[in-house]
């Protein structure tokens, strides 16, 4: 599995990545300070660096600057994360040799797009496009869903849906979390809606006789279902 290290100094946004980045199997590990990170970046480079541009120790920046002048990490992948406003300091970052950045409050979707795509171009392997379950298969590069070896048409919603549900088989999400992951935490919609996208997947999902994959839990949310055997 892709090991990520996370350099922020914020908790409450390295937790949320590190949720994120864990139930999509990497191994993450985070680091609150940038001289901090510079010494464990000594000791062992991750397959991606997600770098947060204001840090006490060593600023964003300077630590990507130095990393790129480095023979282990000058081709490590790095995505920087700032803050609203630093258009012209995002463009300095870019400039001193970080992939890509997003702009701080970002979407989880998306950022989560942002790294598979980054690790898909440095190491292909490493990042599966392909998630099976069951009779189910749903690849995330061509956005195709098959059951059964038959085609399922998704709308984006009730794609992403499934994509997050597949991303971590058994395990329960309030309607809460399927907003913040689906649909990303800065937009604003009725926790109601998560019933109407399950819904819709469903019906897209079970045609005929097929099993039900998705759980509702009282009073918690939904599941993918792992122990669905398919027919
Ligand atoms: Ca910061």
Redesign the pocket.
């Known amino acids: 599995m892709p090991k990520v290290l996370i350099v922020?100094?914020?908790e409450p946004i390295s937790l949320m990545l590190k949720y994120n980045l864990e139930a999509e199997g990497y191994e993450v590990d985070v680091c609150g300070r940038g001289d901090d990170a510079e010494i464990r970046l000594r000791e062992s480079v991750p397959d991606l660096l997600l770098l947060?541009?204001?840090?006490p120790g060593t600023s964003g920046i300077e630590l990507c600057r130095r990393l790129r002048l480095r023979e282990t990490t000058e081709r490590l992948p790095i995505i920087m994360l700032t803050a609203r406003g630093e258009e012209t300091e995002r463009i300095r970052g870019l400039s001193t040799g970080a992939d890509d950045y997003v702009v701080k409050p970002f979407s989880v979707p998306e950022l989560m797009a942002r790294v598979r795509a980054i690790l898909r171009r440095s190491n292909p392997e490493a990042v599966s496009t392909l998630l099976k379950s069951g009779d189910i298969e749903l690849d995330r590069e061509t956005h195709r869903v098959r059951r059964n070896s038959k085609e399922v048409h998704l709308g984006p919603t009730e794609f992403r849906l499934l994509e997050f549900l597949m991303t971590a088989p058994g395990r329960v999400f309030s309607r809460e979390q399927l907003l913040d992951g689906v649909w990303g935490h800065d937009v604003y919609v009725d926790e109601r809606t998560v019933d109407v996208h399950v819904g819709r997947l469903r019906k897209a999902l079970n045609k005929g006789k097929a099993r039900d994959p998705i759980r509702t839990v009282r009073g918690a949310g939904y599941a993918f279902n792992d122990q669905f055997n398919g027919v």
Do not use: H, I, K, S
């Open positions: 922020e100094d914020e947060d541009w204001m840090l």
